[in-house]
């Protein structure tokens, strides 16, 4: 038997799933930090990957969205997930990536920074942000590994710079296509609201 066509559109709308938000962003952390994982296990092309930072990349995309409390969130999620991974300093990059997270959502209500060109250039400063900051924090709690040197800092912030600027081209279309319209402010929302998330 054949069914008329609202049963048909109905049957679709039960089979489709429709994320809000904070659903969203938790598959993207999730999706994010297990595509670094295994991306930097990859036998011979594993060690292009040491360097990017695909957490950081989520955070700036949301960050430049003038939602503090969602940014600050993303941040440190991501980064706690890195956390436990990596099994370095806890907190540490969960801390940072909050930091820049919500520096950036605050500066975007002063300034307009939605846009691609815009978030092309607030990556690669966010990616120095990154590294400085939790080299001092491995340098303040004596975890830099011995004869490390300011150098050495200055070079690994350089080659995550790069290697963020080139995944950030590749990342920021799919992020727009998936989660734009869940991350775009309308024009009546509160910029700083609580209910960000």
Known sequence: ???????????????????????????????????????????????????VDFVLILTVFVGVQPRA???????MAGGLLQDLILGILYGANGFVKMLIGYTLAAASVKFSLDSKVTRLLVLPLASVTNTGLFAFFLYFFLMLPPGATFR???????????????????????ADRWLGKWVAVRSNDDPIAPRAF
């Open 152 to 174: 050495d800092v200055v070079r690994i912030g350089m080659v995550s710079l790069l290697g963020n600027g080139v995944a950030g081209l590749l990342l920021f279309p799919v």
């Open 69 to 75: 409390l969602r940014a600050a969130l993303v941040g």
């Open 1 to 51: 038997m054949r069914q008329s066509l609202p049963q048909r559109r109905l049957s679709a709308k039960l089979v489709s799933l429709d994320l809000g938000a904070t659903a969203r962003m938790t598959i993207a952390l999730f999706a994010v930090t297990a595509l670094q994982t295994i991306l930097v296990r990859l036998p011979r092309v594993g060690f292009l990957f040491e360097y």
